[in-house]
């Protein structure tokens, strides 16, 4: 079923308000409202004593405006009580600063302290409701690692790192050869001495910095399992979600693990936030949605839908009349099942003071709230659709992880770079999946895999096969040139171990900075190359670019080449777009 709903924070504004306000929710085509979700506060106002009779009531008065309940667990803000006598449950930054108690996600999802106290709420929460027909489905926190909460070093965080890297490496010499200790005298006698890896004046190991990536990725996924398992342990029969925002593919942990706990994943859909002078691009835009389609690779929620004019200190852009509409219809061609607009009203008070929603502080009913009502009129005339693309851009935690820690160049930008290649497939109106590496991508016709520098000698396997069957692959520059410690590989060739299936070997290197770019050549036309250059040899593929005076020699910047029943193409660079375009063409003519 579709719902279609509002943010509703009636803890803002008193219940005297709620009434009229749900008639004028159902007015406006609206038959769900998302609630509680900053109200940690209103249901826990001291600490083990639980009070539902504000929102006992909300939800009374839905039922009888025939509103369903989307209830969130709110663990994304803590109230007074929980800081004042723990205040150990904080975030630290690589300064040793704690997060000030006040600000949102101030605490550490690592902490054990946090989550129990977390866990205990969304236990309480879940028995009160589990027999609450008017609830349909349940969120739990709200946007993990956003606002830089992803990154944590306090002492909890590196009392577990330490465990961590026990059970995963047993024996600290093994430890020690892998990670290459022996250079700067970092070799370890004991787990504990192994730093988190705060900056200092040289950057840490590699080696290192991918293990604390690594971890992060485990605790934010651990966190939200625990507050999933929670919930379920009184309430089987509402599924569960949490709301992953926009900027989630640049964070210290993957989206898709995280998402593993969840019955659908939801998202939070802002084409524009404070101080943007410019909302996304379509291309841009529509990335966003179809990588959040892709953490479980199902149809989906949107949370939070942009309406009116967003930001906490700077604001910039304002949507303009009928784009927020158009918006939140194009998601819905994306998988979008249900869609909520953030926020019903505005609240004059906080620091979301200029987080404007659909009706405004002077309480009128002006242009936001009929291009709601008319985009609820379109939405319940369109179906529910879960796209399904032939073609896939593979996501690699790792891989990404390790060009954040090693960017090489400063102008590399994994997420623009994905959506490069995303946009080629987008302006052809050709569906495309954004599918974790570890899963099967052997159904789709062409797999993208931007810098994937990390490859495990099975991922080789599987890649080989699937074009050894008839798939077509693209590489880009950095692809295979790492083993899963992150480090570079003795006595091998780039890319390591894939020389046959792309039918080239990168000869030479070289990173292009800001203002950079290498002249090429394809059948003729003039281009470039930015970010990297690497200079193709090849072994038995073709070159279908060259770079054009170069001083190094006559090398290729893309080769295509024939394997099994299908084609690998490794590029030695982020070409311009006329170039990347002309470059689609060719390729796309063996889909017929």
């Given at each position: 079923m579709?719902?279609?709903?509002?943010?509703?924070?009636?803890?803002q504004?008193g219940?005297?308000?709620?009434d009229?306000?749900?008639s004028?929710?159902v007015t406006?085509?609206?038959?769900?409202?998302?609630i509680g979700?900053f109200?940690?506060?209103r249901?826990?106002p001291s600490?083990?004593?639980?009070?539902?009779?504000?929102?006992?009531?909300?939800?009374?008065?839905a039922?009888?405006?025939?509103?369903?309940?989307?209830?969130?667990?709110p663990?994304a803000?803590?109230?007074s009580?929980l800081?004042?006598k723990y205040?150990?449950?904080?975030?630290?930054?690589e300064?040793?600063?704690a997060q000030?108690?006040g600000a949102?996600?101030?605490?550490?999802?690592?902490?054990e302290?946090?989550i129990?106290k977390?866990?205990a709420?969304?236990?309480?929460?879940?028995?009160?409701?589990?027999?609450?027909e008017?609830?349909?489905?349940?969120q739990?926190d709200?946007?993990i690692?956003?606002?830089?909460?992803?990154?944590?070093?306090?002492?909890?965080?590196?009392?577990?790192f330490?465990?961590y890297?026990?059970?995963?490496?047993?024996?600290?010499d093994?430890l020690?050869?892998?990670?290459g200790?022996?250079?700067?005298a970092?070799?370890?006698?004991e787990?504990k001495?192994i730093?988190?890896p705060?900056?200092?004046?040289t950057?840490?190991?590699?080696?290192?910095?991918?293990e604390?990536?690594?971890f992060?990725?485990?605790i934010?996924?651990g966190?939200?399992?625990?507050?999933v398992?929670?919930?379920?342990r009184?309430?089987?029969k509402?599924?569960v979600?949490?709301?992953f925002e926009g900027?989630?593919i640049?964070?210290?942990?993957?989206p898709?693990?995280?998402?593993?706990?969840?019955?659908?994943?939801?998202y939070n859909?802002?084409p524009v936030?404070?101080?943007?002078?410019?909302?996304?691009?379509?291309?841009?835009l529509?990335?966003?949605v179809d990588?959040?389609?892709?953490?479980?690779?199902?149809?989906?929620?949107v949370t939070?839908?942009?309406?009116?004019?967003q930001?906490?200190?700077?604001?910039?852009?304002?949507p303009k009349?009928?784009?927020?509409?158009?918006?939140?219809?194009?998601?819905l061609d994306?998988g979008?099942?249900?869609l909520?607009f953030?926020?019903?009203?505005?609240f004059?008070?906080?620091a979301?003071?200029f987080?404007?929603?659909?009706l405004?502080?002077?309480?009128?009913k002006?242009?936001?709230y009929?291009e709601?009502?008319?985009?609820?009129?379109?939405?319940k005339?369109?179906?529910v659709?879960e796209?399904?693309?032939?073609?896939c851009i593979?996501?690699?935690?790792?891989s990404?992880?390790s060009?954040?820690?090693?960017?090489?160049s400063?102008?590399?930008?994994?997420e623009?770079?994905?959506v490069?290649?995303?946009t080629?497939f987008?302006k052809r109106?050709?569906?495309?999946?954004?599918?974790?590496?570890?899963?099967?991508?052997?159904?789709?016709?062409?797999?993208?895999l931007?810098y994937m520098?990390?490859?495990?000698?099975?991922?080789?396997k599987r890649?080989?096969?699937y074009v050894?069957?008839?798939?077509i692959v693209?590489?880009?520059p950095?692809?295979?040139?790492?083993?899963?410690d992150?480090n570079?590989?003795?006595?091998?060739?780039?890319?390591?171990?894939?020389?046959d299936?792309c039918g080239?070997?990168?000869?030479?290197?070289?990173s292009?900075?800001?203002?950079?770019?290498?002249?090429c050549d394809?059948?003729?036309?003039?281009?470039?190359?930015t970010?990297?250059?690497?200079?193709?040899?090849?072994?038995?593929?073709?070159?279908?670019?060259?770079?054009k005076d170069n001083?190094?020699?006559?090398?290729?910047?893309?080769?295509?080449n024939?394997?099994?029943?299908?084609?690998?193409?490794?590029?030695?660079?982020?070409?311009?777009?006329?170039?990347?375009?002309?470059?689609f063409?060719?390729?796309?003519?063996k889909?017929?």
């Open positions: 579709r719902y279609l709903g509002v943010d509703y924070y009636p803890e504004w219940m005297e308000l709620v009229r306000d749900l004028d929710i406006l085509g609206a038959n769900l409202i998302r979700d109200a940690w506060d249901f826990e600490e083990g004593e639980y009070d539902f009779s504000f929102f006992d009531e909300v939800i009374a008065k039922e009888r405006h025939g509103l369903k309940v989307m209830m969130c667990v663990t803000t803590m109230p009580w800081y004042e205040p150990e449950v904080m975030n630290v930054d300064k040793g600063y000030p108690y949102r996600r101030g605490y550490c999802y690592g902490n302290l946090y129990k977390a866990v709420l969304a236990e309480k929460l879940a028995d009160h409701y589990k027999d609450c008017t609830i349909v489905a349940w739990v709200n946007e690692g956003h606002e830089g909460s992803d990154v944590c070093y306090c002492k909890s965080c590196e009392k577990r330490v465990s890297l026990k059970e995963k490496y047993r024996d600290i093994e020690n050869r892998r990670w200790t022996a250079f700067w970092q070799t370890y006698s787990f001495q730093p988190l705060r900056p200092g004046f950057p840490h190991n590699p080696s290192l910095r991918l604390y990536a690594r992060r990725d485990q934010a996924a966190y939200i399992k625990a507050l398992d929670a919930v379920k009184y309430d089987q509402h599924p979600t949490h709301d900027g989630i640049n964070k210290t942990f993957s898709f693990h995280a998402a593993e706990a969840l019955d659908f994943v939801s859909n802002y936030w404070g101080g943007q002078k410019a909302p996304l691009s379509e291309a841009e529509a990335f966003s990588f959040a389609r892709g953490f479980k690779g199902e149809k989906f929620w939070e839908s942009i309406m009116g004019q930001g906490h200190n700077d604001i910039g852009y304002a009349p009928g784009e927020a509409e158009n918006w939140a219809l194009s998601s994306q979008v099942e249900s909520i953030f926020r019903y009203r505005g004059t008070k906080g979301e003071q987080c404007f929603g659909i405004d502080a002077d309480n009128e002006r242009r936001k009929f709601t009502m008319d985009f609820f009129k379109k939405a005339l369109k179906p659709v796209p399904k693309g032939e073609v593979l996501y690699d935690y790792d990404k992880s060009m954040s820690i090693q960017r090489q400063d102008v590399f930008s994994y623009k770079e994905c490069k290649f995303y080629q987008h109106k050709m569906v495309c999946d954004i599918v974790d590496s570890s899963r099967d991508f052997s159904g789709y016709r062409i797999a993208v931007p520098i990390i490859m495990s000698d099975g991922f080789k890649l080989k096969d050894s069957n008839g798939g693209i590489l880009t950095r692809s295979a040139w790492k083993d899963t992150n570079l590989v003795f006595g091998k060739r780039l890319p390591v171990d894939l020389d299936l080239c070997v990168i000869e030479e290197h070289e292009l900075l800001e203002g950079q770019s290498a002249p394809h059948q003729g036309a003039e281009g470039c190359g970010v990297f250059e690497e200079l193709l040899r090849l072994t038995g593929g073709d070159a279908l670019i060259s770079w001083p190094y020699g006559d090398y290729a910047a893309a080769v295509e024939h394997y099994g029943r299908g084609w690998s193409y490794y590029l030695g660079t982020s070409f311009d777009e006329d170039t990347l375009t002309a470059l063409d060719h390729i796309l003519k889909l017929g």
